[in-house]
């Protein structure tokens, strides 16, 4: 048993490094506000927009919570994540799903937390890619306290910055 699994591990080790290395992935690690890490994405460029699946735990249970694209490539625990800047926004739209001139490309639907406080998802945002004009590499997904109502400016209500992560 134990050797199927080392075999398992490092048949893994070896098939990573390939795709960590492709400039159609990239990761996300989420710190929280104890500066712990507290979850991953993992980000995959499709021909119209990007693909982000993740898992990050110590969330408020139970509950929908705001997720956006930050513009800026910081995650400073220690002042709230503020140092992430505002949603990323390369259009100057306005901010919301629902809102007369939005939404900002780093705008994306609410996600709910598990009994667990676990938050598991899979976005698919159109509006966005990895790299080049649009890209965001370099900048930070964010998970909020409250949910965005997808219209308010200019973040939808969506309150406290909870977990941050630089795409990497
Ligand atoms: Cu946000």
């Known amino acids: 048993m134990k050797r199927i699994m080392i075999a398992t591990i490092l048949a893994l080790a070896t098939a990573m490094p390939a795709a960590a290395q492709s400039q159609s992935t990239a990761t996300a690690d989420f710190v929280g506000l104890d500066g712990k890490q507290a979850g991953r994405a993992t980000l995959t460029e499709g021909k119209k927009g990007v693909l982000i699946e993740m898992e990050v735990s110590g969330m408020p249970a139970n509950r929908w919570v705001a997720f ?14 503020e140092s992430a800047g505002g949603h990323f ?4 739209a306005e901010h919301g799903f629902l809102a007369a001139k939005g939404p900002h490309a780093g705008d994306m ?3 709910y937390v598990d009994q ?7 976005v698919f945002n159109g509006m966005v890619s990895l790299n080049g004009k649009n890209g965001i ?6 998970i909020h306290a409250e949910s965005d109502d997808y219209r308010s400016q200019p973040v939808g209500g969506a309150g406290k910055r909870l977990a941050c992560a630089v795409i990497r």
């Open 68 to 81: 956006h694209i930050h513009e800026n490539s910081s995650c400073d625990h220690t002042h709230g994540f």
């Open 89 to 92: 926004n390369p259009t100057k």
């Open 109 to 111: 639907p609410n996600q």
């Open 116 to 122: 667990d406080g676990k938050l598991r998802a899979q």
């Open 137 to 142: 590499r370099g900048r930070t997904l964010m």
